[in-house]
């Protein structure tokens, strides 16, 4: 399965949906912070989830409950730069056990994952979109039943094109 991202629209089979992206749209990410949604092809590696906010859920992709001290590291000073992290943290990182319902679910794109490059951009994630589609810092949000549908159908093989 494909997954395309244009326009502020994503598509998956035979749905097409609004989706929200990073505040300066899709292009060449160039570091940490930009709030550009890079351009190119990604799978996803890893879904997180919130056991207390979603039911159970059947997936062929490796699934990791969210617990309260977990993070994601997005300070480049840090050995743990763009990886899931455990708090207490002595680096910048980003909470995922949240009050808003934003990372209720998080698909992990394999955006500078291997290797990872410092101040590259960390942290691109499809996850569930505010209210009125906000513009995000970079990731990609949809609405939380559409997150659910796409992860019925995602495999480790998808392809998530964004351009």
């Not at 997954?3 to 998956?12: A, E, V």
């Not at 763009?82 to 009050?99: G, M, S």
């Amino acid at each position: 399965m494909h997954i395309f991202i244009k326009n502020k629209k994503l598509t998956f089979d035979k749905y097409r949906i609004k989706c929200a992206i990073g505040k300066r749209g899709i292009g060449n990410k160039r570091k940490e912070g930009d709030k550009i949604t890079p351009k190119g092809k990604f799978k996803i590696t890893t879904i997180l989830y919130r056991g207390d906010r979603v039911s159970h859920f059947k997936s062929k992709i490796t699934s990791i409950l969210i617990k309260k001290n977990m993070g994601w590291c997005d300070d480049p000073k840090s050995k743990k730069y763009n990886k899931l992290i455990k708090f207490p943290f002595k680096h910048k990182a980003e909470r995922l056990f949240r009050r808003d319902n934003t990372y209720d679910i998080i698909l992990v794109l394999n955006y500078n994952l291997r290797p990872v490059v410092k101040n590259k951009g960390s942290a691109i994630f499809i996850h569930v979109a505010k209210k009125n589609f906000q513009s995000t810092l970079g990731c990609i949000a949809v609405s939380k039943n559409n997150l659910k549908k796409i992860i019925k159908k995602v495999t480790k093989s998808t392809i998530v094109n964004i351009n």
